[in-house]
């Protein structure tokens, strides 16, 4: 299988740069993804990178890749009350059956 | 709204009886995935489909648990006596895929509480 991992809480102050940070294991690992989570509610696609790619920025969203350590990250720039959820990273887990392997996702807070 | 919807968005049940959750996915989208997500942690995948066939399943998906997509459309989770281990938030999931790239949306969840 794989293991991906992620800190479990995030604090930032509104208006601060957020930067959530993610491990994965899979060496082969071609898409990785970034999804958010509200409260009861289901996960809502951020965006995702290539394998190929060390950096993708999509507006206040930057991400980056360092695929040698296997290190994934999410900054948030401006970080608004409304950022505030659970962010979770995903690998595409392409040897089985191209489902998401999921972090345990990191609870961001944006402090007013 | 073209986005993946489920139905019922929560189920409260007793412990022992069947509950059926259903999913419409983004139109033509030829895969449809079955995910749980339990308090606290990630979603963890339990079945999917490439059009109306199951091509696979997770160690997850006990025998109690059987899904199916009848018309490559939309699908059914039915869950045989209830545990109370079975209480989560179930997620379905949709994608068109394009050679290798993936990209999976999500519905709302069905929140079930076995009691």
């Known amino acids: 299988g794989e293991d991906v991992e992620q800190s479990l809480f995030l604090s930032v102050r509104e208006g601060d740069s957020s930067v959530i940070n993610c491990t994965y294991t899979?060496?082969?690992?071609?898409?990785l993804y970034w999804y958010k989570q509200e409260p009861g509610a289901g996960l809502q696609l951020l965006t995702y990178?290539?394998?190929?790619?060390d950096m993708k920025q999509d507006q206040r969203l930057t991400v980056l890749l360092n695929k040698k350590d296997k290190h994934l990250s999410l900054r948030i720039a401006d970080t608004q009350t409304g950022d505030s959820a659970i962010y979770f990273c995903?690998?595409?887990?392409?040897?089985?059956?191209?489902?998401?392997?999921f972090g345990t996702g990191t609870r961001l807070t944006v402090i007013p | 709204d073209t986005g993946v919807s489920q139905n019922p968005r929560h189920k409260i049940t007793k412990r022992g009886q069947n509950v059926t959750f259903r999913c419409d996915p983004i139109?033509?989208?030829?895969?449809l995935y079955w995910y749980r997500q339990t308090l606290g942690q990630g979603p963890e995948f339990l079945t999917y489909?490439?059009?109306?066939?199951?091509?696979?399943k997770s160690r997850l998906l006990s025998d109690r648990f059987s899904a199916e997509r009848p018309k490559g459309s939309f699908s059914t989770l039915e869950i045989q006596r209830t545990e109370q281990g079975d209480s989560a938030m179930y997620l379905c999931?949709?994608?068109?895929?394009?050679?290798?790239?993936?990209?999976?949306?999500f519905g709302p969840g069905t929140r079930l509480l076995v009691l």
């Open positions: 999931a949709s994608s068109l895929t394009s050679g290798r790239k993936e990209t999976q949306y």
């Open positions: 139109s033509e989208h030829n895969r």
């Open positions: 995903a690998d595409l887990w392409e040897t089985g059956a191209n489902n998401l392997f």
């Open positions: 489909f490439q059009n109306e066939a199951q091509l696979e």
């Open positions: 990178i290539f394998s190929n790619m």
């Open positions: 899979d060496s082969s690992s071609t898409y």
